[in-house]
């Protein structure tokens, strides 16, 4: 029984300092938990949009463009802003469709089946016009760059503004 009387326990002082950190540190990971879900979110949400310009550029660059005869189904965008058509003097001829110069590719859709939220854009510089393609000056060479834009969320909920990937290839005429 002697060896039970030399011990003590805590006192209430050491009860209260523990259970202060304890609170202390519950609250720390409470606004945590938050930031690290967002990080997580961001890295998928990036992920996601690379992996659908990775995706689209795959496809882009399998596309006819060759001189003889003029077939253009990678076409050239007319502005920073505007959808590739098939060029003026070329037709594009994917299987059994044909479209004429000066329309719109069957390939260029923005929408994005089954990604909500996520939109995208391609644009096709003509490397042989102009400035060139990043230094690059060659009529047998275009620049495509394919843009995936969506809304972030944020610790609070929606971002205000989107946000966008982009990845660019120089594809030649084949």
């Known amino acids: 029984m002697s060896a039970f009387r030399d ?38 949400q990036g992920s996601t949009a690379t992996f659908l310009a990775d995706q689209k550029l795959e496809l882009i660059k399998d596309l006819p463009w060759v001189s ?26 994917l299987g059994a469709t044909t479209v004429n110069g000066g329309n719109a590719l069957p390939w260029e859709a923005n929408a994005i089946t089954n990604f909500n ?5 391609v644009r096709v510089t003509d490397c042989g016009s102009g400035a060139g393609c990043m230094g690059i000056v060659d009529a047998g060479m275009r620049l495509v760059t394919v843009t995936v834009s969506y809304t972030p969320l944020t610790g609070v909920g929606v971002a205000t503004a989107p946000k966008s990937y982009s990845v660019s290839m120089l594809i030649s005429q084949q």
């Open 7 to 44: 011990q003590r326990g805590f006192t209430v002082a050491e009860v209260l300092i523990a259970a202060a950190i304890v609170a202390v540190a519950f609250v720390a990971l409470g606004r945590i938990v938050p930031i690290a879900g967002y990080a997580v979110q961001e890295g998928y």
């Open 68 to 93: 003889t005869p003029a077939n253009d189904c990678l076409g050239i965008s007319a502005s920073a802003t505007a959808a590739p058509n098939v060029p003026a003097g070329a037709t594009c001829t």
């Open 117 to 121: 939220g996520y939109s995208r854009q």
